[in-house]
């Protein structure tokens, strides 16, 4: 059985950091593309962040590139969200995804077959 878990979210500033990081057990990370997906009250969820099984490729929504960077531990089985000069609008909750083996980073939920169970952020003024 696969289950991701999200931590490192929180109440912060805005202008400041975070790191969220998502544990697998279950399956071995190293050959799936992962992806971070968020979702602000009354909107739809949206990839923010996704890379590709090697490490080498990397997708960012418009949203936050430049200011959040995924990136992925194998020999942890762990998937990172860095982000930087946190805004009033990345207040969301955050999920982590388990994607596509051997593929690169994708935005599209249905490519994601399992899910972290969400952590929160909120970014106050």
């Known amino acids: 059985q696969v289950q991701l878990v999200e931590s490192g979210g929180g109440l912060v500033q805005a202008g400041v950091s975070l790191r969220l990081s998502c544990v697998a057990s279950?399956?071995?990370?190293?050959?799936?593309?992962m992806g971070w997906f968020r979702q602000a009250p009354g909107k739809e969820r949206e990839c923010v962040a996704a890379?590709?099984?090697?490490?080498?490729?990397?997708y960012y929504a418009d949203s936050v590139k430049g200011r959040f960077t995924i990136s992925r531990d194998n020999a942890k089985n762990t998937v990172y969200l860095q982000m930087n000069s946190l805004k009033l609008e990345d207040t969301a909750v955050y999920y982590c995804?388990?994607?596509?083996?051997?593929?690169?980073?994708?935005?599209?939920?249905?490519?994601?077959?399992?899910w972290g169970q969400g952590t929160q952020v909120t970014v106050s003024s």
């Open positions: 995804a388990l994607g596509p083996q051997f593929k690169g980073p994708t935005m599209f939920e249905y490519e994601y077959d399992y």
């Open positions: 279950g399956r071995t990370l190293s050959t799936y593309a």
């Open positions: 890379i590709s099984w090697s490490g080498f490729s990397t």
